[in-house]
């Protein structure tokens, strides 16, 4: 995680540092109208032309000693613009998650309890309407439908003021694309399982069937969609971008998204090194939760 990081932060420190991106950020931070001269005395001046070597190792050591630079888009320091905008989109994670997850399981598990059948082929084109429906036209069409035609739901999001009506179009545009694919992983596994010797064997013994679903097929088929769930954070972060900035929702992919147009460069970085620890470390949580889950690949020493 520490190399990956540091790869990372190194690829993204020498690309907002391109001169282009220099220039780009002065003109932003004064005026757009300014002489060629005028911006390199300012680049000069803030320190922009110092030796690349001297400038990531002032931000590494800023990093360790836990400064994460200045945020020339918001004018503060970036510790106090991330763990605020943080917190938004952890709010709407949250309740993306609670409604996602449960209704992509009940799906899956219904669809595959009833492998072939009217049912599963419903819920499988479903499934894969919603996935194949990317956040950007989710989005503006819940707008249009929800927000511009009935009047339900307003089609921008205030953090300060969530209630009802201006978050659920975020939470349903997110949740709709992330179940589809949820509930097909948990149909292959519910399915397999389904036609497994140990539920065939229960059948045989007279055993009801709502009791060899719930006590001995669904356990065993909801362990590979643990590890589908938790591989759903990561791309919360990537779809939190398309969805908050449709929405002017100010969370975590609304700051990324000023700071890449804006060039802010320590919060562009702070940003990367976020996404670093939330991809591998929910990476890491899942393989050694799966193998947790699931005996049979357990190692013993």
Same mark, same amino acid.
């Given at each position: 995680?520490?190399l ?13 540092n ?6 780009k950020l002065?003109l ?8 060629q ?8 001046k803030?320190?922009?032309r110092?030796?690349f070597?001297v400038?990531?190792?002032?931000w590494l050591g800023g990093v ?7 945020s020339t888009r ?7 613009v991330l ?6 989109t952890?709010i ?7 409604t ?11 669809s595959g309890?009833?492998?072939g059948?009217a #049912?599963?082929?419903?819920? +499988?084109?479903? !499934? @894969?309407?919603?996935?194949a429906?990317?956040?950007y036209? &989710?989005?503006i ?16 999001s205030?953090v300060?003021?969530?209630t ?7 939470v349903?545009?997110?949740?709709i694309?992330?179940m589809?694919?949820?509930a097909r992983?948990?149909?292959?596994s519910?399915?397999e ?5 140990y539920?065939r064997?229960?059948h045989?013994k007279g ?6 679903v ?5 356990r065993?088929?909801?362990i590979?969609p643990?590890?589908v769930?938790?591989?759903q954070?990561p791309w919360l972060l990537t779809?939190?971008v398309?969805v908050e900035k449709?929405f ?18 320590? #919060?562009l970085?702070?940003? +990367?090194?976020? !996404? @670093?620890v ?7 949580? &899942?393989?050694v939760g ?9 190692v013993?020493?």
């Amino acid at each position: 995680m520490v190399l990956t990081m540091l790869a990372l932060s190194l690829v993204v420190f020498t690309l907002v540092n391109l001169e282009p991106n220099l220039r780009k950020l002065a003109l932003e931070q004064n005026n757009n109208r300014m002489s060629q001269e005028a911006v390199d005395s300012w680049l000069d001046k803030n320190g922009y032309r110092r030796p690349f070597v001297v400038q990531y190792g002032e931000w590494l050591g800023g990093v360790l000693t836990g400064d994460l630079g200045y945020s020339t888009r918001f004018r503060m320091p970036v510790n106090e613009v991330l763990p605020k905008r943080l917190g938004y989109t952890g709010i709407l994670a949250f309740w993306v998650l609670v409604t996602m997850v449960p209704s992509a399981l009940l799906i899956g598990i219904l669809s595959g309890m009833r492998e072939g059948t009217a #049912l599963d082929r419903i819920l +499988s084109i479903f !499934s @894969v309407a919603t996935t194949a429906t990317p956040e950007y036209v &989710s989005g503006i069409l819940f707008t249009v439908i929800f927000a511009s035609m009935l009047g339900w739901f307003k089609g921008v999001s205030n953090v300060n003021n969530i209630t009802f009506e201006n978050f659920t179009l975020p939470v349903m545009t997110m949740s709709i694309y992330g179940m589809g694919y949820i509930a097909r992983m948990t149909r292959a596994s519910m399915s397999e399982v389904m036609t497994s010797q140990y539920v065939r064997t229960a059948h045989l013994k007279g055993l009801p069937f709502r009791s060899v679903v719930l006590k001995h097929a669904l356990r065993n088929a909801l362990i590979a969609p643990f590890t589908v769930i938790l591989l759903q954070f990561p791309w919360l972060l990537t779809g939190v971008v398309i969805v908050e900035k449709i929405f002017n929702y100010k969370g975590f992919g609304w700051a990324l998204v000023e700071a890449a147009e804006n060039n802010d460069i320590h #919060l562009l970085l702070a940003c +990367s090194l976020v !996404s @670093v620890v939330v991809v591998i470390g929910t990476q890491l949580i &899942s393989d050694v939760g799966y193998a947790y889950l699931n005996p049979r690949i357990r190692v013993e020493s």
